[in-house]
Structure formats: structure tokens, C-alpha cells
Nanobody
Framework: QVQLVESGGGLVQAGGSLRLSCAAS????????MAWFRQAPGKEREFVAG????????YYADSVKGRFTISRDNAKNTVYLQMNSLKPEDTAVYYC?????????????????WGQGTQVTVSS
């Protein structure tokens, strides 16, 4: 069982930055590939960024490539999402997710555990 708790969301002006954190419980955190998803009102949940269990591989949605960076610290059981050059269209609830083993996947249904989400609002 893995519990995920996100933090770091908030209100920021366009062009600004935020850093999201996702703290995981459990001693097997390093066995999980991790990802960030987001969901805007009236829209489906979408993949943002993913990172392999070792941190050696990352993958980004085209919409955030070059602006967002995902990283992890297995010693701290934490995954991060550094978000720069934020745009109003980045406004959403951001969720952390974990999938045991395997490669990074962009498919919502393949993740085993989810956090409760943290709101990110970007004003124009």
C-alpha cells in the first residue's frame, strides 16, 4: 500500500513558477514509476510528466516540455514537479500517481495509487 500526499499548489501569475511535491508512504517507493497528471474543470485527467523508478528516464507531455521538470528523491520518498513559465492553460488540479514496476505510462487506468490533488491556478 502506498499513500501519496501532494503539496505546493497555489495561485501564481502567468510566467511564474511553482514547485509541487508528492510525499509517499511505504518502504517500496523506489519500486514505483511516478507521474503527475492534471485535470481542469470539465476536462479529462491528462498526463503531464513521468519518471522511472530509478529517475533515469523521464517523459513529458508536449504541452509542458521545456517548461516543467519532474524529479525524485528515493531517500526522501518524494517526487517533484518544477513548473516554470506557467500559462493560464496550466490551471488545473494536479495529481501524483504511482505504478509498481514497469515503464512510464501515460494511461490513467494503469496507475495503482493516487494522491488527493493540489490546485494550481495561473492568472493572466
Amino acid at each position: 500500500q502506498v499513500q501519496l500526499v501532494e503539496s505546493g499548489g497555489g495561485l501564481v501569475q502567468a510566467g511564474g513558477s511553482l514547485r509541487l511535491s508528492c510525499a509517499a508512504s511505504g518502504r517500496t517507493f523506489s519500486s514505483y514509476a511516478m507521474a503527475w497528471f492534471r485535470q481542469a474543470p470539465g476536462k479529462e485527467r491528462e498526463f503531464v510528466a513521468g519518471i522511472s523508478w530509478s529517475g533515469g528516464s523521464t517523459y513529458y507531455a508536449d504541452s509542458v516540455k521545456g517548461r516543467f521538470t519532474i524529479s525524485r528523491d528515493n531517500a526522501k520518498n518524494t517526487v517533484y514537479l518544477q513548473m516554470n513559465s506557467l500559462k493560464p492553460e496550466d490551471t488545473a488540479v494536479y495529481y501524483c500517481a504511482a505504478v509498481r514496476g514497469g515503464p512510464i505510462t501515460t494511461i490513467v487506468g494503469e496507475y495503482d495509487y493516487w494522491g488527493q490533488g493540489t490546485q494550481v491556478t495561473v492568472s493572466s
